[in-house]
């Protein structure tokens, strides 16, 4: 999509004026409505597919599985998948590195960890179904989908259960592979959802910037004016690494002012908590049938 | 009000199925299993009454109906091959499409956004199957003089319009292949400034005589017949003088820096309208200055429009006003954001319609 000079001039004066207006009426840190579910994939630990109206549609998996290794760090895998996009593209890798580190600095391994020698190794596969026609071909970069694919790690790792582990825990001295229970109604989630062991696995935020203006999930209408984009990690109720300045698109780059990186991380810190809540209702609902989500 | 709304997504078909079995006692319910278990006999137009067919389902036996759009042949057998109405006129019977890409016709008041310029031609695209064409010769050039267009013109066509800009104008007449040639000689046609784009399905605007209105609250919008709809500040025509002097002389300096020698029309006289009104000034860029309140007003009718193509309820001008003056009793106009008060927009709005019968 190419916006007339006129069209772009419009939306970015509103955008910069002193009370900001958004082109789709929002107010600055108001998101668009998202639709969510989780837990549906059958043969998956946890699930969740989430997408926004503009048809932006993503589906995340997690799969766990039983590795013997203390190595911490290559526990968690995540693989990102685009459509219309090669899997070996720097955008590819660049979102699936950002979305790795995020969650191997905010994950508790505790909550992998089986026995002494064995662990269980996560296999987070997201693939952006589709994308607006209007990505292509244009000044765009998929940076804003960021946030889209976060949400969805992040229900799909809510809602992941793992099987119980029947075998003895203790097994540093004795030669006994780890032996599980076929009941799954005795799993218990992943992420524990009493107050005391559970933990938020990052969320990544991306705030456009444009004159003094700072707004959260900009639209494509949006970025074709914003002059730049931050992301912004959440985690465990705080903001945490990577924050990263992200071109959102290329038509109307300017250089960023470090206060607006300060007023793009307070930005965040409004929203995060209605957000992580907005998200663990849906990752909470159950889901009896597999097929309701279609 | 919430910052973010996440929400699971509601089947259509579960709703039904719900509806369905509140109102329908069990032995209809053994009817309609007998119905799928009997083997569906053919059907004749003309013979049945039903008029809505789904892509594939026979409409005829008959081989001396004409086919037209929408239809096909097999076998001496016309079937659908879209989902809408059978329309027949005379011996020639076609299928109406409910939904789909918007199909120009001759006369239609529609809005376009520039692609691409080729030989003496801008591309423009519609929503329809093919890009329209609008032809040098058939848009205004500046200075108003009617004259032939020279090479000069062709070399300068960019300065006119660019590619991503958003122009109004009239289907002048369809090529055989669906495709459209366009014209925007009149003065109420032209590049668009001042506001707001947004797409709705064309199924949805109601044709109508005048596709320009001017709504409450300083409003303007423009319901292109292909779904493409423009809101727009009210033109102002004593604050347009007092804008033609500056942006009329800041748009010629610009022409002429950007090609020497091009003197038609620049700093000349105007004798007449056209001439005065068809200056660069037309094909300028800059918007004029624009209050918060009618940007705020913008917005809020481009959410109702969002509200009513959200509830696909079809789009005139009255129940736009409607909607408007609805969505004013929800309060400010973010709250429109949801889909919960665009659901109820559509309610009320169907509900005062009812009343009114």
């Known amino acids: ?294 | 009000m919430s910052i973010i709304s996440i929400t699971t997504p509601v089947s259509k078909n579960s709703e039904i199925e719900n509806f369905s079995k509140d109102d329908e006692d069990e032995s209809m319910y053994d009817d309609a299993i007998d119905g799928v278990l009997k083997k569906p006999e053919k059907k004749y137009i003309g013979i049945d009454n039903r008029s809505i067919v789904t892509p594939g389902e026979l409409i005829t036996e008959d081989a001396t109906w004409m086919r037209g759009h929408g239809t096909y042949y097999l076998d001496e057998h016309t079937y659908s091959s879209v989902a809408g109405m059978i329309s027949k006129v005379n011996k020639l019977l076609s299928v109406t499409p409910f939904k789909g890409r918007y199909r120009p016709e001759t006369g239609d008041h529609i809005v376009g956004r520039v692609i691409g310029i080729s030989n003496k031609r801008w591309k423009v695209e519609l929503g329809a199957e093919h890009a329209g064409v609008l032809m040098l010769g058939a848009v205004n050039l500046p200075g108003g003089v009617l004259r032939r267009k020279s090479d000069n013109d062709e070399l300068q066509m960019r300065a006119i319009l660019k590619e991503g800009d958003l122009l109004n104008c009239e289907v002048q007449s369809t090529f055989s292949d669906g495709s459209a040639s366009l014209h925007t000689r009149s003065l109420k046609y032209g590049k668009l400034r001042n506001g707001m784009f947004l797409k709705v399905n064309s199924s949805l605007i109601v044709r109508t005589k005048n596709h320009m209105h001017d709504l409450p609250g300083g409003v303007s919008i423009i319901l292109g017949v292909n779904g493409y709809c423009w809101i727009f500040k009210t033109k102002n025509n004593v604050e347009n003088k007092i804008n033609a002097a500056t942006g009329k002389a800041e748009s010629e300096m610009k022409a002429a820096s950007s090609s020497k020698g091009y003197s038609v029309g620049m700093g000349s006289l105007s004798i007449t309208r056209l001439e005065e009104e068809s200056s660069w000034e037309i094909y300028s860029d800059k918007n004029d200055i624009i209050s918060a309140n009618i940007k705020e007003t913008i917005s809020r009718y481009r959410s109702c429009l969002v509200a009513l193509s959200f509830c696909e309820i079809a789009i005139d001008v009255k129940r736009l006003v409607k909607a408007y003056e609805i969505s004013l009793g929800y309060g400010d106009v973010n709250s429109l954001v949801s889909e919960d008060i665009k659901k109820s927009i559509g309610e009320d709005l169907i509900n005062s319609e009812k009343m009114r019968g």
């Open chain 1, 1 to 294: 999509m190419v916006l007339s000079v006129a069209e772009s001039a419009f939306i970015y004066d509103s955008l910069v004026s002193s009370h900001p207006s958004r082109p789709d009426s929002r107010k600055p840190t108001q998101y668009r409505p998202l639709k969510a579910n989780c837990g549906f994939l059958p043969n998956s630990n946890g699930s969740s597919r989430i997408y926004n109206p503009d048809g932006t549609e993503c589906i995340s998996s997690v799969k766990a599985k039983v590795i013997r290794s203390n190595n911490i760090s290559d526990l968690i895998n995540v693989e990102i998948n685009i459509f219309g996009e090669k899997d070996n593209t720097t955008l590819c890798q660049h979102l699936t590195t950002l979305i790795k580190e995020s969650l191997n600095d905010s994950f508790d391994f505790n909550a992998l960890k089986l026995t002494d020698k064995y662990y269980f190794q996560l296999y987070i596969d997201i693939s952006i179904l589709y994308l607006p026609e209007d990505f292509r071909y244009s000044s765009y970069t998929f940076y804003s989908i960021l946030s889209l694919i976060s949400m969805g790690v992040y229900l799909a790792l809510k809602s992941a259960k793992l099987p119980l582990l029947v075998s003895d825990k203790k097994d540093f001295e004795v030669e006994e592979e780890p032996t599980f229970s076929d009941d799954w109604e005795v799993s218990s989630y992943l992420i524990p959802r009493d107050s005391i062991s559970t933990f938020q696995p990052a969320l990544v935020f991306i705030v456009g910037i444009a004159g003094n203006t700072v707004i959260i999930d900009p639209s494509l209408e949006e970025e074709h004016v914003l002059e730049h984009g931050v992301c912004v990690t959440w985690s465990n109720s705080k903001i945490t690494t990577p924050i990263q300045s992200l071109a959102l698109s290329t038509s109307n780059n300017k250089a960023i002012k470090p206060n607006l990186v300060i007023k793009s991380m307070d930005l965040v810190e409004q929203v995060a908590g209605d957000v992580i809540n907005a998200l663990n209702t849906i990752s909470e609902q159950e889901i009896d049938e597999f097929d309701v989500v279609f």
